[in-house]
T-cell receptor, first 113, second 116 residues
Framework: EDQVTQSPEALRLQEGESSSLNCSYT??????LFWYRQDPGKGPEFLFT???AGEEKEKERLKATLTKKESFLHITAPKPEDSATYLC??????????????FGIGTKLQVIP | GAVVSQHPSWVICKSGTSVKIECRSL??????MFWYRQFPKQSLMLMAT?????????EQGVEKDKFLINHASLTLSTLTVTSAHPEDSSFYIC????????????FGQGTRLTVV
């Protein structure tokens, strides 16, 4: 069974204090790993897709990296508006020939001014 | 980015009634849409994968007859919660994929369902 574990569950940072969020996964036949941002009461907002180990993607203060077992979301000099829950998800081929997405529980990030 | 619109954003219904939730891709065609359910402080749980013109693929433990999915066109998928009960109260979210140099999935804003 595919598993996605995110750590920490919650993270509190001072504005400007860089850190990393971790997403560990166990999946057969990874097709892609996704990072999303979710604000309370709203649907997830797409950030990145990573496909293979060694791949990196950047967007503003965020940088996502991927290895064969985990992914990191690095946040450089965060601002209060970066406060949100960050979700990691993996896409793999399920029995029956369709692609299944499994989400982690998320890391709730709070950036304090 | 692409826009996925979900309607309604919240609904309150009586136990035993049915509720329909719509998911539309506004500026792209989505051959595949996904329906998720999210309980407080829990991760999104995939309920079903909806393919245009064919039957939906349901995840284990999701009742097909209770959660009816129709993907009638390339821009519209609907989820109908039939004979709703209080335990069906949850946050339902749809997403649609587009292939743009890679797979990107865009989510609707979600529907908060409360069954009383």
């Amino acid at each position: 069974e595919d598993q996605v574990t995110q750590s920490p569950e919650a993270l509190r940072l001072q504005e400007g204090e860089s850190s990393s969020l971790n997403c560990s996964y166990t999946v057969s036949g990874l097709r892609g790993l996704f990072w999303y941002r979710q604000d309370p009461g709203k649907g997830p907002e797409f950030l990145f897709t990573l496909y293979s180990a060694g791949e990196e993607k950047e967007k503003e203060r965020l940088k996502a990296t991927l290895t064969k077992k985990e992914s990191f979301l690095h946040i450089t000099a965060p601002k209060p508006e970066d406060s949100a829950t960050y979700l990691c998800a993996v896409q793999a081929m399920a029995s029956g020939g369709y692609q299944k997405v499994t989400f982690g529980i998320g890391t709730k990030l709070q950036v304090i001014p | 980015g692409a826009v996925v619109s979900q309607h309604p954003s919240w609904v309150i219904c009586k136990s035993g009634t049915s509720v329909k939730i719509e998911c539309r891709s506004l500026d792209f065609q989505a051959t595949t849409m996904f329906w998720y359910r999210q309980f407080p402080k829990q991760s999104l749980m995939l309920m079903a994968t909806s393919n245009e013109g064919s039957k939906a693929t349901y995840e284990q433990g999701v009742e097909k007859d209770k959660f009816l999915i129709n993907h009638a066109s390339l821009t519209l998928s609907t989820l109908t919660v039939t004979s709703a009960h209080p335990e069906d109260s949850s946050f339902y979210i749809c997403s649609a994929e587009i292939l743009a140099g890679g797979t990107e999935a865009f989510f609707g804003q979600g529907t908060r369902l409360t069954v009383v």
